[in-house]
């Protein structure tokens, strides 16, 4: 009965890789987030999604692309790591613009 | 552009003891504040929010315009209250919030 679920939980990976993390939410939210979480715990927006459109990119280098099928799911797929990639990763999940965020457990990721 | 900050990011009390936790924040509009919390293993999940006015397990904020803050106060601390907590803006009009960089709340028995 996860509400909001990312996999996987941790990631460790070689730079100049490619890797995917995917979210799902079942709580019939229309709008999907990714926040980054860098090594001082500052949480920062990286992309919003609404009804599968972005609607929010935070200057994240084209590096990261995200992709929303469907309503349900936004996964975050990130090209070439870099070690500054090193982050924890939230997916978060909301009913329109309502400010009430629900998060996913977070994708702790590790560059090499 | 849009900050908020927490001053502290560790802060210790005792159970029983009066917290509060800082927030300040830096913007033109008008803003809509909010706390969340994430306590050990668990999500980070919201805490309260200044549009309710609400008390949520002890915790109250005010936001305070004049001096750009929105703290949150408990009387008696709890052990159980022990988190991380977040302070976070939402710009007006705006699909996202802008969180602080977080204090890690710890009460001592």
């Known amino acids: 009965d996860t509400a909001v679920s990312q996999t996987p939980k941790y990631l460790v990976t070689q730079m100049g890789n490619d890797k995917s993390i995917k979210c799902e939410q079942n709580l019939g939210h229309d709008t999907m987030y990714w926040y980054k979480q860098d090594s001082k715990k500052f949480l920062k927006i990286m992309f919003s999604y609404n009804n599968k459109e972005l609607i929010i990119n935070e200057t994240v280098p084209n590096r990261f692309s995200p992709k929303s099928p469907d309503k349900a799911h936004l996964n975050l797929h990130i090209n070439s790591l870099e070690l500054g990639d090193s982050a924890v990763y939230f997916c978060a999940s909301s009913l329109g613009g309502d400010e009430k965020l629900f998060f996913g457990s977070g994708t702790q990721l590790s560059v090499l | 552009a849009q900050r908020v900050t927490q001053p502290e990011k560790l802060l210790s009390v005792f159970k029983g003891a009066p917290v509060e936790l800082k927030c300040n924040y830096s913007y033109s509009g008008s803003p809509e504040l909010f706390w969340y919390v994430q306590y050990s293993r668990q999500r980070l999940q919201l805490l309260l929010r200044?549009?309710s006015r609400e008390s949520i397990k002890g915790f109250t904020a005010d936001l305070n315009k004049g001096e750009t803050s929105f703290h949150l106060k408990k009387p008696f601390a709890q052990e159980e209250d022990s988190a991380m907590y977040y302070c976070a803006l939402r710009p007006q009009g705006a699909q996202k919030l802008v969180f602080g960089q977080g204090t890690r709340l710890t009460i001592n028995p």
């Open positions: 200044h549009i």
